[in-house]
């Protein structure tokens, strides 16, 4: 699916100041040195700071006061510290996931059950949530939370040629939207923009599916993938981050940990902490919000939701709130939680959201006294560290 990348609200040269306590001689007093320097050179100073035997004190964006996640100057500095180790996972530990039932060349035709909108009024674009029926597959099309399907849109492409599949990551858990094992669903947004001419283009899938009556037949491949399943343990904590129809596969986590009928059908009890990050630009397009704040109520000591409004609501800076903002507003929890080897993070959404992130949790792992350039690979290899975007 080809989107236009998102823009963010700070870029690689951005800089922070980092104020560090180094070491003296004998019983003289320790130095204070503060250094302003770029996000991509704060990798390469932790590293020569540690050397040194220095203290990380504080890390904060050049110009602001200081930020929730620095430590302050009078406290004790916090030693360097690597990530938490965990076992290497098991080479066969998805080896019965279900993946390439039904491939381009003999797709499973599928049925139109449902096409509903879900944004409100005032909501910037269309984003749709499709439901196929999936009762007539022979073999069946299983799948598993944080899987894709594939969509081969009806007709040809200027050369002639059949549309080509596009990949959706799949809205619903393994037992469908109806707990009946026969449906999967999807949450898709019309892709709309404008070329070097001033022409207003319409993706051609995404308006393909948004467009669909029930009952149309529709040819499905999948499912496929296996970066963003969700760990067994039933006491691990889950850590989302979603903009737009990236919440796709972290409904189908929230569902199936505190959707009543699927915590009485799945056998799988959800006891740990699960905290979504969601970003959108207006109110009216935050996606099965109603869902999510029901599930916060209800289940308060398990569950939490934080929005990011960028056209509605202000970050430190006065500027648009971003993701990356929350981030940074709860790095102190969002590391603790990390430093916990049952935790997992979970990102998708628009690829242009990656570089805001990573430069959040670089700055909030450096105020822990971490190197998140030397953090986020541990993370990944024990799969804890899961991205999926577009």
């Given amino acids: 699916m080809r989107v236009s990348p998102a823009t963010t609200n700070h870029s690689t040269s951005t800089l922070f100041t980092v104020v560090s306590s180094g070491c003296q001689v004998g019983s003289m007093p320790a130095v204070v040195q503060t250094q302003n320097v770029a996000l ?172 669909l009556e029930p009952g149309t037949k529709v040819k499905i491949t999948g499912p496929v993938g296996k970066e963003m399943l969700l760990p067994e343990d039933e006491d691990a904590n889950i850590i989302m981050l979603a903009t737009g129809t990236g919440i796709a596969p972290m409904r189908t986590y929230i569902r199936r940990m505190f959707e009543n009928r699927e915590r009485e059908t799945n056998g799988w009890t959800f006891r740990g902490k699960a905290w979504l990050f969601m970003g959108a630009p207006k109110t009216a397009n935050l996606l099965y919000d109603e869902d999510f704040n029901s599930y916060e109520e209800k289940y308060p000591d398990n569950f939490r939701y934080t929005k990011a409004i960028s056209r509605e609501q202000q970050n430190t800076k006065g500027g ?50 971490m190197d998140w350039s030397e953090l986020r690979p541990q993370l990944k290899k024990a799969h804890r560290w899961n991205v999926e975007t577009y």
């Fill in 40 to 211: 991509n050179r704060l990798s390469e100073l932790f590293k020569r700071l540690g050397s040194t035997g220095a203290k990380i004190l504080s890390v904060t964006p050049v110009g602001e006061d200081l930020h929730p996640v620095a430590i302050a100057a009078s406290a004790p500095a916090p030693e360097a510290k690597p990530v938490t180790q965990v076992p290497t996972p098991k080479k066969n530990a998805h080896a019965n996931v279900p993946v390439n039932t039904y491939k381009p060349k003999n797709p499973f035709i599928g049925t139109v059950a449902n096409n509903y909108s879900l944004v409100k009024e005032g909501a910037i674009g269309r984003v749709q949530h499709i439901t196929f029926d999936l009762s007539a597959a022979d073999p069946e099309l299983n799948y598993l939370e944080g899987q894709s399907i594939g969509i081969i849109p009806e007709g040809e492409d200027a050369k002639g040629k059949p549309h080509k599949m596009r990949l959706y990551s799949i809205a619903s858990t393994r037992h469908g939207d109806d707990m009946g094992d026969n449906t999967v669903s999807l949450c898709v947004r019309q892709l709309e923009y404008k070329n070097e001419a001033g022409e207003q283009i319409y993706g051609v899938c995404s308006t393909y599916l948004c467009d």
């Fill in 320 to 369: 648009r709130m971003y993701i990356q903002d929350r981030v940074l507003e709860h790095a102190d929890e969002i590391f603790s939680m990390i430093e916990n080897p049952k935790t997992f993070i979970y990102l998708c959404g628009l690829r242009g959201m990656e570089p805001g992130i990573d430069e959040a949790m670089t700055a909030a792992a450096a105020a822990k006294g």
